[in-house]
Nanobody, 120 residues
Framework: QAQLVESGGGLVQAGGSLRLSCAAS????????MGWYRQAPGKQRELVAS???????NYTDSVKGRFTISSDNAKSTVYLQMNSLKPEDTAVYYC??????????????WGQGTQVTVSA
C-alpha cells in the first residue's frame, strides 16, 4: 500500500499564486504518472495536469500558461505551481498517482483533497 499526502491549498485573491504539493510514500517500486484533478461544486471532476515518467507533461486548456506541474523523483513528490489564479479555479484539488508496487502490480491512488479558493 502507498499513501499520498497533499498540502498547499488555501485562499488567495484573483491574480495571486499558490503551490500545491503531493508526496507519495509506502510500497512504491516506481511512479508511472502523477498529477492533479479538481472538482468544483456542482461540477464533474476534471484532470488539470499530469506528469509522466520521463518528464512529459500535459494540461487542460484552461490552465495552460498559468499552471506548471513538476516533480522531484528523489522525494516522490509532485508540485503544481498555480499563477494568475482566477475565481473559476476554485475547487477541491486532488492529487493522483499511478504507481508500480511490484513487478506485476500497478495501482492508482488518490490524495485526500485540498481546497483552493480564489476570491474576485
Amino acid at each position: 500500500q502507498a499513501q499520498l499526502v497533499e498540502s498547499g491549498g488555501g485562499l488567495v485573491q484573483a491574480g495571486g499564486s499558490l503551490r500545491l504539493s503531493c508526496a507519495a510514500s509506502g510500497r512504491i517500486l516506481s511512479i508511472n504518472a502523477m498529477g492533479w484533478y479538481r472538482q468544483a461544486p456542482g461540477k464533474q471532476r476534471e484532470l488539470v495536469a499530469s506528469i509522466f515518467r520521463g518528464g512529459t507533461t500535459n494540461y487542460t486548456d484552461s490552465v495552460k500558461g498559468r499552471f506548471t506541474i513538476s516533480s522531484d523523483n528523489a522525494k516522490s513528490t509532485v508540485y503544481l505551481q498555480m499563477n494568475s489564479l482566477k475565481p473559476e479555479d476554485t475547487a477541491v484539488y486532488y492529487c493522483y498517482a499511478h504507481l508500480r508496487e511490484t513487478i506485476l502490480v500497478f495501482r492508482n491512488y488518490w490524495g485526500q483533497g485540498t481546497q483552493v479558493t480564489v476570491s474576485a
